[in-house]
């Protein structure tokens, strides 16, 4: 939900968009599929998908085969790292997009990372992106040139229920997207982990019925 | 030469290390054999090697197929980005052992930059390195928990010389390193690209020959 909102954002902008999505081992592959219909769908000129080694990411209820609660666990409810937190993963995927962007002469980078529903996650934070742009700034032969890649994270302090409406207005089909961590063998969402949770409010906020599928057509509300 | 060198570095120190190196696309995969050799030889109990998508690090001269310089290019002369740059490598790098650190449980990663003989390189600067750190100090879990992982870069001001003089009074043992950019297909060092021009020095200023192979024994001196 949230990188299909970037995404339609930054072609709101004007931007010329290449797409990135990761595989790092994460038990709910199915939100590569639907980024692939989502790219295709809108257009985007280039996709692709990136394989990375699962050992270096493991020990998340991500990665791992354990299985994600059901509900927010009580050390989310407090503000502490979720079991869902995955090992440096942002720092990964933005290291990886600063060389491509290198490469295919980008100086953008769009994440959908924010920092309002997920505060326990620490590199979804204000100045965690401030710290990797400054990185950025010395990293590259571009930057070092004097066109330092710009990392772009416009969800950072929007609520889901903000993103939502900002997305409809943008015209996303959110019936593509794909947020469970622990969707069933049919790929349909559960509803009852944190992205279920998080997600469903959001709409809930706007008014909606989530368009996606779930287990059960109930959950939807 | 750097790694295994920072390699000995840190188990002098009491660490007891995980080795990781990279297959990023680069032509010279001759280094991935020696890294193995060496990583068996030093008896470090874990050595992986990690494969990257060479589609995020392509318009190198390392990982493309045009031919490394047999002399060193002018533009490397004058202090501009070499043409072996390759495209936010060590990023790449660190922030994929930032994620290992966290998973196996260690606090610190060494890494083989060194900023005097390859001044060009954007991401081998003391400033690159400290950045780097900031960005650590905000990324994981464990930094936030008040862990964090420190990026040890022992070799950051040392020469190639002062680097080969330390490693010998550390027992490495360099015929089994590979730095060429360029090998014959014996896997015989070219004895003309940068990497050899600053290596081969590095060993004359230490009073000795090289003990690697050349394509050319005349070349060692």
């Known amino acids: 939900m949230d990188s299909t909102t ?5 072609r709101e902008e004007g931007f010329r968009t290449y797409a990135l999505s990761f595989q790092y081992g994460q038990q709910h592959t199915r939100e590569l599929e639907s980024a692939k219909v989502i790219a295709e769908n809108a257009g985007v000129p280039s996709h692709i998908i990136i394989s990375l080694d699962a050992r ?9 085969h354990s299985i994600v609660p059901e509900n927010r666990a009580p050390d989310e409810m407090t503000g502490k790292i979720p079991s869902t937190y995955v090992p440096a993963r942002n720092t990964v995927f933005l290291s ?6 290198e490469v295919i002469g980008s100086h953008d980078i769009f994440i959908g990372i924010n920092s309002l ?8 934070r204000p100045e965690y992106v401030d ?5 950025a700034d010395l990293a590259t032969r571009e930057a070092v040139e004097g066109n330092p890649t710009r990392i772009q994270a416009p969800l950072l302090n929007m609520t889901k229920a903000e993103i939502i409406s900002k997305g409809l207005e943008l015209g996303v089909d959110y019936s593509l997207t794909h947020s469970c961590y622990n969707p069933d063998r049919m790929g349909r969402a559960c509803g009852r982990c944190d992205a279920c949770i998080l997600r469903l409010q959001g709409f809930r906020q706007n008014g909606m019925e989530d368009p996606a599928l779930y287990s059960s057509r109930e959950l939807r509300k």
């Open 6 to 10: 970037v995404l339609y954002i930054a």
């Open 56 to 64: 270096l990411f493991e020990g998340s209820a991500l990665t791992g």
């Open 96 to 101: 990886m997009a600063l060389a491509y962007s």
């Open 117 to 124: 529903d997920y505060s326990g996650y620490p590199d979804c």
């Open 131 to 135: 710290a990797f742009q400054k990185l």
